[in-house]
């Protein structure tokens, strides 16, 4: 049964990188047509498409966050990760890895993990 | 490109059927049978529960019902129970290798 599971620093000081990994087990993270995504929650607030990510390098980025965003896969460790540079406040959330049924839904989500943007 | 518009919050009794609607635009809904819904219950992940507008995954309860018309999609729940009580979410391919959530929908179960 896959499984996803985040892992990452709960705290990020404003400006710095946010980085986080997304553990996959019980399948080949190689396995097509499936593609990996991250999606986030603001506290209160509604889903955000962060983006996707195949196997084999191919990405797609909500545009909002592009220019500050970067996905990759390491496939000898089966896991994918995600990179948002200069966070502000703004970027405190929920942050969830998920498998991508490309281009329609998304499931299994991992549990999530908050990620707080603090000095 | 905007979220897809949900209504904010709904309500039902139990046994009673309810419809979310999800409305986006002839760029995304309009285009596309590629709409899904997730449930949220307090402090979860999401759960998928329709996907390509009106499939239901394995395991998810036959009460749930997708559909979709024009530019808005639409989930109903028939025989509403007090486990359904949860925020749903609408999720649409928007063209051009773009996706987007609707706003979530707070069902209360009077």
């Known amino acids: 049964q896959l499984q996803l599971r985040e892992s990452g620093p709960g705290l990020v000081k404003p400006s710095e990188t946010l980085s986080l990994t997304c553990i996959v087990s019980g399948d080949s993270i190689t396995n097509t047509p499936y593609y990996w995504a991250w999606i986030r929650q603001p506290p209160g607030r509604g889903l955000e498409w962060i983006g996707s990510v195949f196997y084999g390098g191919q990405t797609y980025y909500n545009a909002s966050l592009q220019s500050r965003l970067t996905m990759s896969v390491d496939t000898s460790k089966n896991h994918f990760s995600l990179r948002l540079t200069s966070v502000t406040a703004a970027d405190t959330a929920v942050y969830y890895c998920?498998?991508?049924?490309?281009?329609?839904?998304?499931?299994?989500w991992g549990q999530g993990t908050l990620v707080t943007v603090s000095s | 490109q905007s979220a897809l518009t949900q209504p904010a919050s709904m309500s039902g009794s139990p046994g009673q059927s309810i419809t979310i609607s999800c409305t986006g635009s002839?760029?995304?809904?309009?285009?596309?049978?590629?709409v899904s819904w997730y449930q949220q219950h307090p402090c979860k992940a999401p759960k998928l529960i329709i996907y390509e507008a009106s499939k239901r995954p394995s395991g998810v309860s036959d009460r749930f019902s997708g559909s979709k018309s024009g530019n808005t999609a639409s989930l109903t729940i028939s025989g509403l129970q007090p486990e359904d009580e949860a925020d749903f979410y609408c999720f649409s391919y928007g063209g051009s290798f773009t996706w987007l959530f609707g706003g979530g929908t707070k069902l209360t179960v009077l």
């Open positions: 998920a498998k991508f049924l490309f281009p329609g839904g998304i499931d299994p």
């Open positions: 002839g760029s995304d809904i309009g285009s596309y049978d590629l």
